[in-house]
């Protein structure tokens, strides 16, 4: 239930809304405290979301209905985007003529040249469309704040928005920043002066100190960075630990993206080791993606299609509850930001088997609440799991460190008022009012 408002108008911005993300997650998190600590809340998207989006019907349970530009006006970007590209290919033969080249090495060059100046204008579409979406915003009723979500191809725009009308703006970190150069590399790198842009946010978040000292090293070194971890407001009041198996089952769980860089393969191939040794282990794989054809095959080549469930994507509902019918959980990943699939199965009272990369071990302590067993290496996770299904005591002193852990550091109690403190010094710094 909403409070009385007593805090100004804050913009949550991002640029797109994933099927499944922790920046999505968090995005909802946050716009879902400001409403109820007396902040007025608008969504602004760079791009339409797509159809039974899980965050955006979480956003509208809240009252918000994410402003984006219309599907028609994307839609005539991307339409144009092809019809660049297409009408690129039939200059082809001048193209090599005038390019003297080989026919192969010519169309691989205009192909290349083809997509970055379509793409280029496809992306200043939707800048234009951003800038519009804020403008109409602030008129409508001022915004006091920005929080910017996800270091995307939204956060300039936002940014120079920002700027422009002296609104101001928190940049909230997702993934890394793992070099210095982090912003600048990939096939669409921030131009300079989009680093430049971004650089004068007033306040910059970070989910790890590992994440904070990177954005130091990419912008200037007297940034100061709040480190603000991943929260989960827990679905219920804490309950007993679900009971051990009768007959003595492990049962198994993980809940990530099924592609290669999340390692749902190195799950399967450690519960085929398990198998192989005698031991009795259920395996749930939650989630979608390309991959999951391949685990299926993977599973039935080394026999264990029957103990190896993948139930496609579920609903954080739906994941909740599987939740309460594991013994274990795993996410193996070869990357990662904070995971709140992690934090989900710290508060259902888990102990966790996951890989040391990213903001992982601030959330699982070796021996503590869990184990960290190396990136693709099914048999240091067959092991772990071993000890775990040998030893039931254990897995449940585990799952009680990992609900304590939960709640000493990355609950909403814990989170949630050290973000309400920066929003009020922001907006009376900026002369806004918040009370």
């Known amino acids: 239930m909403r409070t009385t408002l007593r805090g100004g108008r804050i913009a949550f911005t991002t640029g797109y809304l994933a099927e499944v993300g922790g920046a999505e997650e968090m995005l909802v998190a946050t716009a879902e405290g400001a409403l109820e600590h007396g902040f007025e809340a608008v969504v602004i998207l760079r791009e339409p979301v797509t159809p039974g989006n899980q965050y955006a019907q979480a956003l509208a349970e809240l009252g918000l209905t994410p402003v984006t530009p219309t599907a028609g006006a994307v839609a005539r970007a991307r339409a144009l985007y092809c019809a660049v590209a297409g009408l690129g290919r039939l200059g082809f033969p001048l193209y090599m003529l005038t390019r003297r080249v080989s026919a192969r090495r010519a169309w691989q060059r205009m192909g290349e040249e083809m997509a970055f100046w379509s ?35 939204a956060m300039p725009t936002v940014a120079r928005w920002a700027r422009a009308h002296q609104v101001p703006l928190i940049c909230h970190y997702h993934g890394g920043f793992l070099l210095p150069e982090g912003l600048q590399q990939g096939p669409w790198p921030y131009s300079a002066e989009q680093v430049a842009l971004i650089d004068g946010a007033e306040a910059f978040l970070a989910l790890t100190q590992e994440v904070g000292a990177s954005a130091e090293r990419t912008f200037r070194p007297e940034l100061e960075v709040m480190v603000l971890p991943n929260w989960l407001r827990a679905p219920a009041p804490p309950g007993p630990a679900a009971p051990d198996p009768e007959n003595g089952t492990l049962r198994v769980g993980t809940a990530c993206r099924i592609v290669e860089k999340k390692g749902p393969q190195t799950l399967v191939e450690a519960v085929a080791q398990l198998s192989q040794a005698g031991s009795d282990l ?11 054809p391949e685990l299926q095959d993977r599973a039935r080549r080394l026999q264990i299609a029957p103990r190896v469930r993948l139930t496609g994507a579920l609903s954080r509902e739906q994941v909740q509850a599987v939740l309460t019918e594991l013994d274990v959980f795993v996410l193996v990943s070869e990357e990662e930001g ?74 909403v109690e814990v989170a949630w008022p050290r973000l309400e403190r920066l929003y009020h010094s922001l907006i009376a710094g900026a002369g806004g009012r918040s009370a």
């Open 119 to 153: 793409k280029g204008a496809l992306n200043r579409a939707l800048d234009r469309a951003l800038l519009r979406l804020l403008r109409r915003e602030h008129r409508h009723r001022p915004l006091a704040l920005i929080h910017a979500h996800r270091t995307d191809w």
């Open 282 to 292: 259920h395996c749930c794989i939650m989630g979608d993606g390309a991959m999951r």
């Open 338 to 411: 904070l995971p709140i699939t992690l934090l989900e199965a710290m508060a259902a009272r888990l102990p966790i088997v996951a890989s040391p990369v990213g903001g992982i071990p601030d959330l699982v302590c070796d021996g503590e609440n869990g184990f960290l067993v190396p990136v693709r290496d099914p048999a240091a996770l067959a092991h772990a799991l071993r000890v775990l299904a040998e030893d039931p005591a254990l897995r449940r002193r585990m799952g009680e460190a990992s609900r304590a852990r939960y709640e000493r550091g990355f609950s």
